[in-house]
Every structure is written in C-alpha cells, then in structure tokens.
C-alpha cells in the first residue's frame, strides 16, 4: 500500500483491481495476427499474419466529446467505450483499411473499478464489432484535474490495407452516386449543442418525451454511434469504391467533400432517407434553420460511399443483407459545393 500517494488522493490498489477486472473484456477482442498479453509495456501485432502483399497502414485517433457530459449525468457508462472506438475504426475504413488493433486512455478524478470496467467493456463491444484488437490502454487517476465523478477517455487505432486498394478518392468522378448507409442517432458529434438545447429548455434527460421516443431522452442521445467496419469491408471487396466519407463534425458540408476533387461537388436529394426523430427534435426546440442541420449534425446518415451508379443496388443490397439501412441520397456533380435539394 503507497500510503502517500494514497493520501494524494490516488489509489493504487483501485487500479490493480480495475487491471483484474478488464482482462476479460480485452482477451474477449483478441484475433489473428495479436501477440503478447496485456499488462507488457506495448502492444504488439504480428503483420505478417495477415498476409499483406503491400501494407499500408491507416490510424487514426479521436474521442467522444462532451457527449460523456450526458453518460455522466445518466450515470451510464458501458456503451460510451462504443462510441470512442466507432470514431476512430469508422475514419480508417474511410481509406478502405481494415481495424485491427486499439488502444483507449481513460483519465479519471477518482478512479473506480467499476465505472472503469463499464467503460472498457463498452470498448471491448466496439472493438469486438470492429473486428479489432484491444492490445493496450491506460487508466490515469488524476483528481485535481478532474472532479471526482468526471472523467475523459479517448482512443487510438490502425488499420492496414493492401496498397492497390487503398481508398484515397482519386478516383471519384462526376456522375458517382451516393450510397448513404444510417446512423443510430447523434453519434458523437455536435454535443455541446445538444446540451445547450437540452438546458435552454429545461429538458430532464431521464424523462421520456413522446414526440421524440418511447426511452428517455439522456438514453436516446447516448445510442452508441454505429460501427460500419465489417458491412462495408464486404462492399469493397465486392463493388468498385471510388470514395467513402464518416459522416462526423460538420456534418454533410464538411466530411463528403473531403472526398472529392478540384472542380466536383455533391447534390444530395433530402427524402431519400429517414432523417430520424431525434434530429426533427433538436431542430425544433434549439430553433436552427434546417439548412444549418446538415452542418452540424449527420441528420440521420453516418456514412456515404461514393461509387458508379452501376453498383449502386448491389452495394445497397450487400449491406441490407448486413443489417444495415442504405440507399442512393445523392451523386456528384461539376459544380463545387454541397447542394441539398
């Protein structure tokens, strides 16, 4: 026992018994290619494994906001782990890569092995949908920093792809269509607003609001963000991808046009979709012109592949038959610019 740093306000033996507590949840993501168990000082992953001509390897890194405001507040803490490993394993398939390893950072203002298992096992689900490794992490007890019941976790991954099938968007082209699959709601972006609408309106996120669901509102903005990574590996391997954009941070205006060329733009036909409740919900009582919606929030898509109008039924039926929904919201066009109609 290191009674002073105790007295610090760190407890050691909380995070020895957190480390006991997650081991199950970490060896439940292993795949081929892991190496080493956790604990070691790294994580390592054999890339020879895979069996990869010329790989390139794809990372990305990210969190999840002040949407862990909500998770707080709901004192709800076993999918928000979903949702940090969604944002990162969801931008490298966007290059067409492949997740296979994660690790998280969780920093805390008292640590609490059983918030903290709640938590990795909601990391543990999301790399397990990924089809990715959990290899390492780290669990930071920092009061001072942070309030006791306050914490922050983020999340690191890498993806590896064949170098001829690398998703770059250098092949969009004019006349491409755009296959949007769902989301499950928010996501996790644009949570500052949320929130803001959600105090201006003296809202109770643990009150069930009809025009919006039959759950509570605080469970209704914590529907972990969706994870794409398996259904639309199998649309690449199985139709000719030009582009594919992660509906995030600046909704549609921002992140489809960051697959785009000099000289393209993008119409997107709104109806062509289920723009979901929730959305209709914050536009109305945070009172944002509808315009504005599509550049803050994803409005009900979490993912558009842009690919020859060809492919299109068959991309859609790949991934109906995966359990998602999809459908044909738009195409690219030779005028800059996201135009929605």
């Known amino acids: 026992m290191a009674k002073s740093y105790e007295e610090a306000g760190v407890s050691l033996e909380a995070g020895y018994e957190g480390v006991r507590r997650i081991k199950k949840h970490v060896a439940s993501t292993a795949r081929l290619g ?101 290899v390492g992490g780290e669990t930071a007890e920092m009061p001072g920093m942070y309030a006791k019941e306050d914490y922050d976790i983020a999340g690191f991954t890498c993806g590896v792809v064949e170098k001829s099938r690398l998703i770059d968007g250098s092949k969009v082209a004019v006349g491409d269509v755009l296959v949007g699959i769902a989301s499950s709601g928010v996501h996790s972006n644009g949570f500052s607003l949320v929130r803001k609408i959600v105090a201006d309106n003296g809202f109770d996120l643990k009150k069930v609001y009809p025009e919006l669901s039959d759950r509570p509102l605080g469970e209704v903005l914590l529907t972990p963000t969706r994870i794409y990574v398996k259904q639309v590996l199998r649309v690449i391997a199985e139709c000719d991808v030009h582009g594919i954009s992660h509906i995030t941070g600046g909704g549609f205006d921002e992140n489809i046009p960051r697959i785009l060329r000099e000289g393209q733009g993008i119409a997107v036909k709104e109806g062509t979709w289920e723009i979901l409740p929730v959305f209709r919900f914050l536009e109305k009582y945070g009172h944002i012109e509808h315009r504005e919606m599509f550049n803050i929030f994803n409005m009900g898509i979490g993912m558009v592949i842009a690919l020859p109008e060809a492919d299109a039924q068959k991309a859609i039926a790949l991934l109906e038959a995966s359990g998602e929904r999809a459908s044909v919201i738009g195409r690219v066009t030779d005028r800059e610019g996201v135009v929605i109609e």
């Open 34 to 134: 892991v190496m080493g168990n956790i604990g070691a000082f790294g994580g390592m992953f054999d890339l020879s494994a895979l069996k990869v001509a010329e790989p390139v390897l794809v990372s990305g890194t990210d969190g999840v906001g002040t949407k862990l405001k909500i998770a707080i507040e709901m004192d709800k803490h076993d999918t928000i782990g979903i949702d940090a490993v969604a944002m990162c394993v969801n931008d490298v398939l966007a290059q067409g890569a492949e997740p296979i390893l994660f690790l998280d950072y969780i920093a805390l203002g008292l640590n609490d092995p059983v918030k903290v298992e709640a938590i990795v096992s909601g990391v543990a689900d999301g790399c397990r949908q990924a089809g990715c490794a959990l």
